[in-house]
């Protein structure tokens, strides 16, 4: 997806994607790593979209830099969590001079590299950017994610909004594509926009082999249903690396 996609979806992120899974994914994060973070530590929020985990970091007392490279996404993030920093940048390459305690990236971002040097780019950008004993958290959709949630259509209809989002997933290439087609009355008028969202299927046998290619030495692996009992998140894994 590009980045002019990117900065059109951000109101329906905003309003609509983010609402389900930031509260079960800050339970995640509360189980495998909030615990391990003193009070004050900085967080890096990569990918940190339009901001609410940052924002829940940040009442909590951390100091969080968020990193996104859509403008748009990060207009909101910055009004959602007006108490961290937010920096525009490419999470395949980045960098910073200090070091962060944790680096988070949630969402399944990583599913939104489309290749799996990029993902490694991601990942050896996160190395570099952490502390000696710094921690990084992701999450990432596997097969099971993609082929249990892209085989439906959805539509919301509001009174200042109508989307629709048609889903789909390539077997083959392992490409999930999410068509969306979105209007918002803004000012009397009715206005169209559209956004394709593609990810990409990694086996997590790849993605740790990255992890490990980058530098990250102790890999852990945890199961969003069965091992922090968020039902509604079949498929869905969390690494925890150091």
Known sequence: MSKKDYDTFAWFFNRHWVTDIAPDVLKALDKILTPKLQIESS?????????????????????????????????????????AKFVKGDARNFKFKEKFSAVISTFDSVNHFLSLDEVEGVFSSVRNALKADGIFVFDANTSRAFIENLNDDTAIVEDDNVCAMRASYDHKTKIGRYDITMFRLIEGNWKRTDAVIE?????????????????????????????????DHEGRVFFLCS
Request: glycine share 6%; proline share 1%; hydrophobic share 35%.
């Open 199 to 231: 990810e990409k299927c990694f086996a997590l046998k790849d993605l740790k082999q990255a992890l490990k290619r980058s530098g990250f030495s102790s890999i852990k692996t945890y199961y969003a249903d069965r091992d922090l009992k968020l039902e």
């Open 43 to 83: 967080i890096l929020d990569l990918c940190c979209g339009t901001g609410q985990i940052a924002a829940t970091f940040s009442k909590r007392g951390f100091n969080v830099t968020g990193l996104d490279n859509s403008a748009e996404m990060l207009r909101y993030a910055r009004t959602n969590a007006p108490n």
